[in-house]
């Protein structure tokens, strides 16, 4: 019996002892399991301030020891370790519009959020897909906005060196000036070193624009020491030497060039101009030789025009001629690169129209389905209430665009609504002054009739003030569009090679003065504007298409658009569209 007894007992306590470990192991994989997904997070932190301080080598390395796998169960994580494999791509300039989808969900994703960086950072890649497919209005829009949330410093010098990357791509050289030097000085604040080498290489490209050479070497002198000075490799210093030596070479300055120049792929460029600039032709031949095997056939048309001017002065005329047909050949290929690239622009456009639209009809086949499944429940006053609230925002939402149509044409409107308004209120005051003036011949008052007679000559006076200046706006508007100027434009506007001399801005600024109440100097009193802003404004004033306006100030489409969009930000302080500026200019 004891026997039995005994071995009872150690059954139970030995299996309360297997039921112990079971739990204890259980309990140690839960931990292991917390513990790597802590771990795994950390890293991506890590990996995200290594990208945003300019250590790439340390942030890739630290990406490669993650995979999504690893934050499948937590969507915060997950979405995270996407932002930064895009925040990978963004400072390798690796973005492409297959990126498009994921940054845009990222978007979604973070928009209206607490984290207010992370999609600033969205926003920011989202652009740069937009750059990749040529639409640089969205991409200005998303640098804008990005630039308008960011709170950390490193994230506005990304928004602002976006924006001026943007502009001086364009050839908006003007407009690149500002985000550049704000990009400047917000990495001094910082004191980041990694964002100051690259603002002076940015600073480089102000100072070449302002024709300031000194600055232009000075700044890049910077660039070159602060990029020296940091702790991990980067190739701000190669860039930088490679353009300071590009402009020692313009200068004719051959021995400081010389003193910068390594012998590398990257300097092969300099190093056949170099040596062009001496006239060492048969060295400056075999490098141009070398740079034909570059990608770049604009670049491959530029070497062999100079590889046949070579030819020609060492009278090789069969060579000449030779690098002189591939120089044709190669323009008509550039013609057919062209045509090319703009079927690829609408494949693109196509594309992420198609995608855009998958994503809206998924969203409202979600929609419906979560209502659907409401309604199921039986929760009917929430549906109720949510139709309700859907229509109230829709009435005020119309409400408020018609308000807003309401102000556009307020300021068109108000000069003729102010000169009826006062004729009809004089109007009234005369009647009365009438019907005093009776009652004052009445009672045989000599001296208030005498009064109410001057007053009632006075209002008479004024109306025919009122009326005559209203005459006067109106006959001035109509003699604006009988000069010969004005027809000259609204004929020829949008043809080839049509453009405006300075004297004929100048006189078409004093006509639009004359017949708009000095519209010039009353917008100047507004804000600053440059020459080609007030150029675009007269143009909208007298009813200029866009892309008749880009014709006539030899721009782009896209950079008329963009600087109507920034002036626009710049008058009233707001995000907006080209249509707005154009609606604000004629209301003004």
Request: with cysteine; glycine share 2%; charged share 25%.
């Amino acid at each position: 019996m004891h026997a039995n007894n005994n071995i009872i007992r150690y059954g139970r306590n030995s299996f309360s002892l297997l039921l112990l470990f079971l739990c204890a192991l259980l309990a140690g994989s839960c931990t292991t399991d917390g513990e790597r997904n802590s771990t795994a997070y950390s890293l991506l932190v890590q990996a995200d301030s290594a990208y945003v301080r300019g250590n790439y080598a340390k942030a890739d390395s630290l990406m490669e020891l993650c995979n999504e796998e690893m934050f499948a169960n937590s969507k915060p994580a997950s979405m995270y370790y996407h932002l930064l494999s895009l925040e990978q791509r963004f400072v390798a300039d690796r973005l492409e519009e297959d990126d498009f989808s994921l940054a845009d969900s990222l978007c979604r994703y973070y928009r209206g959020s607490n984290s207010v960086e992370e999609y600033s950072k969205a926003l920011l890649f989202l652009g740069d897909i937009y750059v990749t497919l040529k639409d640089y209005p969205s991409a200005l829009n998303h640098y804008l906005e990005a630039s308008d949330l960011a709170v950390p410093i490193p994230v506005r010098c990304w928004a602002a060196q976006c924006e001026g990357d943007l502009y001086y791509q364009q050839e908006m050289f003007d407009e690149c000036k500002t985000p550049y030097r704000q990009f400047y000085h917000l990495a001094v604040a910082d004191k980041d070193t990694f964002r100051m080498a690259r603002a002076a290489l940015r600073m480089g490209a102000v100072y070449t624009i302002e024709d300031n050479v000194d600055s232009t070497i000075i700044a890049l002198n910077e660039a070159i020491k602060w990029s020296n000075s940091l702790p991990f490799i980067n190739d701000i210093s190669v860039y930088a030497q490679y353009r300071l030596c590009d402009i020692y070479i313009q200068l004719g300055e051959f021995d400081r060039a010389l003193d910068l120049m390594p012998r590398d792929s990257l300097n092969n460029r300099n190093w056949a101009y170099w040596h062009l600039g001496q006239n060492h032709l048969d060295s400056a031949k075999a490098y141009f030789l070398e740079l034909l095997k570059t990608r770049n056939i604009y670049g491959q048309a530029s070497y062999l025009r100079i590889l046949s001017q070579i030819e020609m002065q060492q009278n090789h005329s069969a060579d000449a001629y030779h690098y002189a047909s591939l120089y044709e050949q190669l323009e008509d290929s550039i013609k057919v690169l062209s045509q090319e690239e703009d079927t690829r622009k609408m494949n693109v456009r196509y594309k992420v129209n198609r995608i855009c639209k998958e994503r809206d009809e998924m969203a409202q086949q979600q929609q419906i389905t979560f209502i659907t499944l409401i309604f199921l429940s039986g929760v009917s006053v929430l549906i109720i209430s949510l139709l309700y609230f859907m229509w109230k925002s829709k009435v005020r939402r119309v409400s408020q665009e018609l308000m807003q149509e309401r102000l556009l044409r307020k300021e068109e409107e108000s000069h003729y609504r102010l000169s009826t308004k006062n004729l009809e209120e004089n109007e009234a005051k005369i009647k009365i002054l009438q019907e005093q003036l009776n009652q004052a011949k009445i009672k045989n008052d000599a001296t208030e009739i005498t009064k109410l007679t001057l007053e009632e000559k006075a209002l008479a006076a004024e109306n025919l003030s009122i009326e005559a200046e209203r005459c006067r706006s109106e006959f001035l508007i109509k003699q604006l569009k009988a000069k010969p100027l004005y027809v000259h434009i609204k004929t020829h506007a949008g043809d080839d090679k049509f453009y405006l001399t300075d004297e004929e801005w100048k006189q078409l600024g004093n006509d639009i003065d004359e017949a708009y109440n000095q519209f010039s100097s009353r917008l100047l009193s507004v804000i600053a504007v440059s020459e080609l802003e007030m150029h675009i404004c007269y143009l909208i004033k007298l009813g200029v298409a866009p892309k008749d306006m880009a014709t006539m100030l030899f721009k782009s489409r896209n950079a008329i658009t963009m600087t109507r969009q920034r002036l626009y930000k710049k008058i009233t302080h707001k995000n907006g569209t080209a249509k707005q500026l154009d609606e604000y200019i004629l209301a003004f």
